[in-house]
């Protein structure tokens, strides 16, 4: 399963999301259940973020989701924000190489 979250910061908030970030990104891949993590950062619109990660199954992506792990991440980062954040899960339905 994939996951796509998309985060908007209020700009002066940027570097400590970031710092957050780096601090328990090892943590967060390393949760059973997550296979993949990465980071993106939009091309125009510095301030915007997006976690695109894969995980196991829904229930990993939900045990993380109920992990103190999650809980403190999310509880500070949430104070970031400008704006709602977005977030959906998919699946891969074909790739071309």
Request: hydrophobic fraction near 35%.
């Amino acid at each position: 399963m994939i996951r796509v979250v998309r985060m908007e910061f209020e700009e002066d908030k940027v570097e400590a999301f970031l710092e957050n970030f780096h601090q328990h990104k090892k943590k967060i891949r390393n949760f059973p259940g997550c296979e993949y993590l990465e980071l993106w950062q939009d091309e125009n619109q510095k301030n915007i973020f997006m976690t695109y990660s894969h995980w196991k199954s829904e229930i990993a992506l939900n045990q993380y989701r109920d992990s103190e792990l999650f809980k403190s991440v999310w509880s500070y980062t949430k104070q970031l924000f400008s704006a709602k954040p977005i977030a959906f899960s998919a699946k891969k339905i074909e790739e071309l190489p």
